[in-house]
């Protein structure tokens, strides 16, 4: 017998939220790049960001990047 089940530990409205896909670990800190070249596929510029809760495909943006500022990543499939 298999159990499917979601549990949900927390919740919130109305927030930034970035995909996970987007993020980058460097040195124990969560980042991402704020300038990238699509024609090489090169990220630069990381900025460190501080996250809250996480739905297993998107994390609360709570610090590090201002309302607006774009940010690059290149998803994978």
Not at 17 to 23: E, I, N
Not at 43 to 58: K, M, N, R
């Amino acid at each position: 017998m298999t159990v499917i089940a979601r549990i949900t530990a927390g919740e919130r409205e109305n927030v930034a939220a970035v995909p996970l896909a987007a993020l980058d670990n460097i040195r124990g800190q969560d980042v991402l790049y704020t300038a990238g070249d699509p024609k090489t596929g090169t990220l630069s510029d990381p900025a460190a960001v501080e996250l809250g809760i996480s739905d297993g495909d998107y994390a609360e943006l709570l610090g590090g990047l201002e309302e607006g500022s774009a940010f690059y990543y290149y998803p994978h499939d």
